[in-house]
């Protein structure tokens, strides 16, 4: 059964620094990984999608890459700003359909 | 440009009381999905459809029904509502599945006592 961890749960870092998520997931037959934002009270967002035949995907200051042998994703996040603030989830997607999610990690950039 | 949009919001219901939860996307997506998101816990999918008029069960179904008349509504059923069902639910489309990218309503809280 395919399981997907997101470690730290939480992480406050000061505006400008670079950061990197992590996502890590148990069974690397996997179709592709999503990163999502999600703000309190509002939906979620799709930030990257990697299918898995790539390696990563880029999006403004966002950078997402995927190690399948090693069941590893990570997200880089590019001077960082308060408007980063969020939480951040990843989802695997197999052959059946479904997302496995991870639990997230909440982000505070601190002005 | 509305993408999904999720009704109600916000819901308080007694044990053992019924309500839908309505969905709809106006992008012509094949594929609509039902989540739950309790604290701590990743999403967990409850039902989904692949097309109008096919339904099936996620991992957590017991005590929610679907269907799937239309391609743009996917409502969810709480049958009798319990304590355990106190959550945040989501609705989600995508065009074809799980291997394109996933668009989510606004989400609705929904709280037992």
């Known amino acids: 059964k395919q399981e997907v961890t997101q470690i730290p749960a939480a992480l406050s870092v000061p505006e400008g620094e670079n950061l990197v998520l992590n996502c890590s997931f148990t069974d690397s037959a996997i179709y592709n990984l999503q990163w999502f934002r999600q703000d309190p009270g509002k939906g979620l967002t799709s930030l990257l999608l990697i299918q898995s035949s790539q390696r990563e995907q880029t999006s403004g200051r966002l950078n997402a890459s995927l190690d399948k042998s090693s069941g590893r994703s990570t997200l880089y996040i590019a001077a960082s700003q308060p408007g980063d603030s969020a939480t951040y989830l990843c989802?695997?997607?197999?052959?059946?359909?479904?997302?496995?999610w991870g639990a997230g990690t909440k982000l505070i950039i601190k002005p | 440009n509305a993408g999904v949009t999720q009704t109600p919001k916000f819901q308080v219901l007694k044990t053992g009381q019924s309500m839908t939860l309505q969905c709809a996307q106006d992008m012509n997506h094949e594929y609509m999905s039902w989540y739950r998101q309790d604290p701590g816990m990743g999403l967990r999918l409850i039902h989904y459809s692949v097309g109008a008029g096919i339904t099936d069960q996620g991992e957590v179904p017991n005590g929610y029904n679907v269907s799937r008349s239309t391609t743009e509504d996917f409502p969810l059923r709480l049958l009798s509502a319990a304590p355990s069902q106190t959550s945040v639910y989501f609705c989600?489309?995508?065009?074809?599945?799980?291997?394109?990218?996933?668009?989510f309503g606004q989400g609705t809280r929904l709280t037992v006592v």
């Open positions: 989600a489309s995508s065009l074809t599945g799980a291997n394109t990218e996933a668009f």
């Open positions: 989802a695997v997607g197999g052959g059946n359909y479904q997302l496995i």
